[in-house]
């Protein structure tokens, strides 16, 4: 009740309000937020915020327009400039801003559509790899996984495809293909980047995971982990980490290092709770999603892998 | 006013407090469906399933009871944790691939260790036989023989029910497939609902067990001198009052047996797809369920030996050789049992071929 009443006034309020200071300040909205707003987070939420709430029909075609772009994935580096300008362009024509008295808010609300619209591609991007099932008879697939291994065991060679071996990095059984369920190829990509990118920590988290009293399964609990962080992509809550973490369009790799960061802190997480057995494990992802949550309402939060495999 | 809405009160309370709650266990090799089986007896069949590391709790109702449902992982770090769970119990979900035809002779192994556990005993158990949608996949009656159920739950005194099922849910099948879900999770909870104040009894008295174990192990672990717990006088409060506790139940649980033993035998002989036998070793006095807590692995072994052939009882040739169980099941083969015929054979070779590759 309270809300639908609160909406009501925001509806017919926010349009007088927004008068007003268009007609004192001499400013849209959009480009008091470019001004106003710390570069980043909050100054692409506002943005997306404002624009969301557009009442205006050349807005909310253009919105439309983009969202198609991004659903598709039409927006690469060859057709960015060109979406660019023309979303910039239209917002210009529409709300009548001189570029030469106003050269910086083009530029900044720039960054700021490119920012939204790669999220939002990103989010499409990532469901498509997830939707691809982990194939044994696809030859990529298969020596991605073999790299895992090569990554994580490189002075242990694997003896067959289909072996015990694989239990040492935390799989279920002798064949991991089918652990790959519910995440499909973006739960392998996942593990594979962090071996790639952060050897060192890879092992050092591998170590802990087979660790006497607080081990646990490393495959697994990843694959576990990328699903957190597609939820956490998909709901929205990841947006302040990567609009803080990319200087321009965000792809898949932003991804990747959200998931790395996750497994880093969330192998700290576990051993510092110190768990009497895995099954508590959803209890603590639990506790833990709650704290990266905590962490991302906090608009000026961005996470960093700090290292510091050297001194344990 | 005042009392009429605290009597009011009062009877909300006493309504909570009297709510009785059953607890099932499923558990199953990684991979079997165990996730999806919950999801599927939930109603949100659409859910995507992940490797299940830990387990995840769901609580549902039927009738006035509570239903709470664990789902254990099942990847072979994890097995080594289930028994810490039999103990609080009410009923079992045994989930199998079927179409993994690979797997079985591991399948076997667990399935045997798990249901000679001596919490186990006397509970019912539903066991499915997932994945049916793949066409590989053998039915009811291949997965009986191939893991030796009628044995194991003869022996054991569970009341035992295999149903096929798919979670997976296409189009042109329709929805018939998980409706062996279903029908096994509804004839599980109404046989619990049937004898629920027997089994709960024994629940209760296992739970006792259990942590006094617990407490014991670590009264023994902190204790630097060897002075056995039993000569102390000196005993924590708690103990003794679970100590009178379960000298005060067991008489309960005995009267509950009594009453519910007729039905709990109906139960055996005429419902189950497996039921156990009616030759002379299925006249066990029900009775015996009620002691059952204090079986053994040992006194089990006794039993078998007695009832089925003694030289071929060896616990190493036990699970590896399928042809000793071959003779094995020509010692008691039950009435429900389809027929020896090609089939049979047939069977043995298929266990054969793929089980020897682990």
Redesign the interface.
Known sequence: MFVYFWSLVCWYFRPIIKWLLRHTTRMCELQRICYGELCGAPRTLAVEESLKLSRNANIKTLIVYLNDFADQRAITNQTKQKILEEAIVTILVTKKINPTAHPDFAKSFGKCVELIWGYRQLCVECEELRKTPYDADNPEHELLLLKLWNLLMPYEPLDARVTKQW?HIGF???DPK??F???GILGLENLVYFAQEYPSAATHVLSHSTHPRY???FA??G??LT?MALRLLRDGSAKTHIYNSSKSFPTIRAFHQLYCYLFYEFDGFWIDSKPS??????SI?EKFENSIRMALADSSTVFRINISVDNV | MGNCIRSMLQRLQKKKCSEKTIILLIVGLDNAGKTSVLNCISGDSNKTTLPTMGFHVVSLKYKSYTVKIYDIGGSSQIRSLWPKYYNGIHGLIYVVDASDISRLTENKVVFGELISHEYISGKPLLLLANKQDINEAIDELDLVENLDIEHAANTMKCPTRVEICSCTWKEDQSKDNTIGIKNGYKWLLDIIVKNYTALNNKVKIQNVQGERNIEVQSIALDSPSKLSIHSNPFKPIKELVLKKESTHTPSVSQNGIVTNGKKLKKMFTCRNKTAPLTTEESVIEINDTSQSVKFTPKALELQKNIQTLPPILNPIALDTDSHNIAIRLKSNRPYTAPERSQRFTNKITVINIPGQVA
């Open positions: 239990q279920q059984g002798d089918t652990d369920r519910g995440m081990g646990y399964a697994i609990v694959i576990n699903s057995n895995m099954m508590e494990f959803s992802q």
